[in-house]
T-cell receptor, first 113, second 111 residues
């Protein structure tokens, strides 16, 4: 069975500061990894995904994530956040060739002016 | 593509009434998921289908909940009878190759 742990439930940060949202996973097989963002009163939308290849993955809105197999981590980073990045962020893992993803509990990112 | 379509967007009903939520997945996607999201419990997977066949319904909270997917372009989630603790946002998502596309959700309030 696979699991996802998002290490921080809430991350407050000032505008233009860097941010890292942490995600660890466990799985006995190869996985796909995803970060989704949920803005207020909306559904989740994909930020970025790791399927294979380069361990550094770039997504939309200036976000990137690094897959670290030895540490079973997939942390999300952005060098300079904006007020509009305030949202909830979900890390998800899917075993390759399986349709179902396991989601973390989410991290609420609050960007302050 | 219009994305995943859910209806209604908002539903207010009284305890004991039947509620039916509807979902139209993205054409060509082979998986469909129903989730429930609340402040207390976060995002919960209720049930998912592969090629219209239910694969895992272990997340369905009670027998009051049922889901169907009669064809590749339509699914329903039914609650009968509804209770106040069912109040939540219900999301439908479809996927192809692991990536999930979420609908805008149905906000259900049971009074």
């Amino acid at each position: 069975a696979q699991s996802v742990t998002q290490l921080d439930s809430q991350v407050p940060v000032f505008e233009e500061a860097p941010v890292e949202l942490r995600c660890n996973y466990s799985s006995s097989v190869s996985v796909y990894l995803f970060w989704y963002v949920q803005y207020p009163n909306q559904g989740l939308q994909l930020l970025l995904k790791y399927l294979s290849g380069s361990t550094l993955v770039k997504g939309i809105n200036g976000f990137e994530a690094e897959f670290n197999k030895s540490q079973t981590s997939f942390h999300l980073r952005k060098p300079s956040v904006h007020i509009s990045d305030t949202a909830e962020y979900f890390c998800a893992v899917s075993e390759t060739n399986a349709g179902k993803s396991t989601f973390g509990d989410g991290t609420t990112l609050t960007v302050k002016p | 593509d219009a994305g995943v379509i859910q209806s209604p967007r908002h539903e207010v009903t009284e305890m004991g009434q039947e509620v039916t939520l509807r979902c139209k997945p993205i054409s060509g996607h082979d998986y469909l998921f129903w989730y429930r999201q609340t402040m207390m419990r976060g995002l919960e997977l209720l049930i998912y289908f592969n090629n219209n066949v239910p694969i895992d319904d272990s997340g369905m909270p009670e027998d009051r909940f049922s889901a169907k997917m009669p064809n590749a372009s339509f699914s329903t989630l039914k609650i009968q009878p509804s209770e106040p603790r069912d109040s939540a946002v219900y999301f439908c998502a479809s996927s192809l190759a692991g990536r999930q596309y979420f609908g805008p959700g149905t906000r259900l309030t049971v009074l």
